[in-house]
């Protein structure tokens, strides 16, 4: 249990997720163009007078930060020289960003930037999360502008698209083996979340476990995922090595309507991760289907679970990350609040599909 789970961390809630990049208009442009976000504001610019030019994009209650830098120095030229493109920061919003990072560091937390105010009311901080992937801490003051500091709103957001998604549900992480317990109990004690589910899934001669932790508030949520290496090598193994070393997999999306969502992306250009015939020959044998007709969700390739509180739906994009890495994820929860055990095993069975697919090429 955390240290402090009614502290300062009681009200936390996501702010926002930065990429790292080589390329931020061309990320966001991604963004933009195949998952219906709008462009709000940017700061910065390209042509090296500043440290770092970033995009702020937004959909639902979703705030996604793209970033790149022509200075050695800037931290997004390491990660991305390590990394390739990827989640860098999932900032978090809290009521008192001192009173977080003491209380944080207090608990081992590795300090990178002390609480700091600017001109505008903004109070930050900075520790270590895991892998290269920060927690910024975030105090908004009363009167600040909808924008983080020193951005500029853009003259015309607009994305062009419909908009499907709402909330960022939860980030896969993925840890080298051995990693599991201390992240856990770091988020545990250091940031006041709490282990919420367990899982060990094993395919085949492979085999991984995951811990689920959550924020006490219920809004932020991480899978944390670690390879069991006594077993046979799969996507787990794959990633690490592949982004080198720990990192965010994939994020997962909200949607009120999956069907229509994914029909609507998919016909933007995004791939998702095709699901075994198999799969929907036993579905309705296991449970009566919410909402969707089977039918589509064969067609779509749609996975559907239950835990004791409903079902939930979801569907994977194929990774178009030069390194087969970082991927994204549709959900949509009717009631259910977990994760149902047999789409995690489907998942893992499709990336690693996927990935057997992509080396035999």
């Known amino acids: 249990m955390s240290s402090h789970p009614a502290g300062p961390f009681a009200n936390v809630g996501l702010h926002h997720v930065e990429w790292y990049v080589a390329d931020a208009e061309a990320g966001a442009q991604e963004f933009i163009d195949r998952y219906g976000f709008e462009r ?18 937004r959909q639902g209650d979703i705030t996604l930060l793209v970033t790149e830098t022509t200075h050695d120095h800037h931290p997004a030229a390491r990660y991305v020289q390590q990394h390739g493109d990827g989640v860098a920061d999932i900032a978090l919003r809290v009521d008192d960003a001192a009173e977080a990072y003491a209380a944080a560091v207090r608990a081992g937390a590795v300090p990178l930037s002390a609480p700091a105010e600017n001109a505008e009311g903004w109070v930050m901080a900075c520790v270590q999360g895991f892998g290269d992937v920060v927690h910024t801490l975030l105090q908004r003051p009363p009167s600040a502008s909808q924008f983080l500091p020193e951005f500029v709103p853009a003259e015309r957001p607009h994305a062009g698209h419909p908009q499907d998604l709402m909330v960022l549900d939860h980030f896969a992480v993925s840890l080298p083996n051995g990693e599991l317990g201390p992240t856990v109990r770091f988020y545990e004690e250091a940031l006041g979340f709490q282990a919420v589910f367990e899982e060990r899934i094993e395919v085949g001669a492979q085999a991984m476990d995951s811990v689920v932790v959550q924020s006490t508030s219920r809004k932020v949520t991480l899978v944390l995922i670690e390879p069991d290496t006594e077993t046979e090598a799969g996507q787990i193994d794959d990633f690490l090595k592949s982004h080198g070393g720990s990192g965010v997999q994939h994020l997962a999306f909200t949607t009120p309507d999956i069907v229509k969502a994914v029909a609507e992306i998919q016909s933007r250009g995004v791939d998702f991760l095709p ?16 909402q969707h007709d089977v039918e589509d969700l064969r067609r779509l390739n749609i996975l559907v679970d239950e835990d004791h509180d409903g079902q939930l739906f979801q569907i994977f994009t194929r990774s178009t990350h030069p390194r087969r890495t970082v991927f994204l994820e549709l959900i949509q929860r009717i009631g259910a609040t977990t994760f149902g055990s047999g789409n995690i095993k489907a998942l893992y069975e499709a990336v690693e599909c996927s990935r057997v697919q992509a080396e035999s090429l």
């Open 40 to 57: 709000h504001a940017s700061r910065g610019d390209r042509s090296g007078g500043s440290e770092a030019y970033s995009v702020l994009l």
């Open 275 to 290: 699901t075994p015939a198999p799969y929907y020959e036993r579905l309705s044998a296991r449970m009566n289907v919410q």
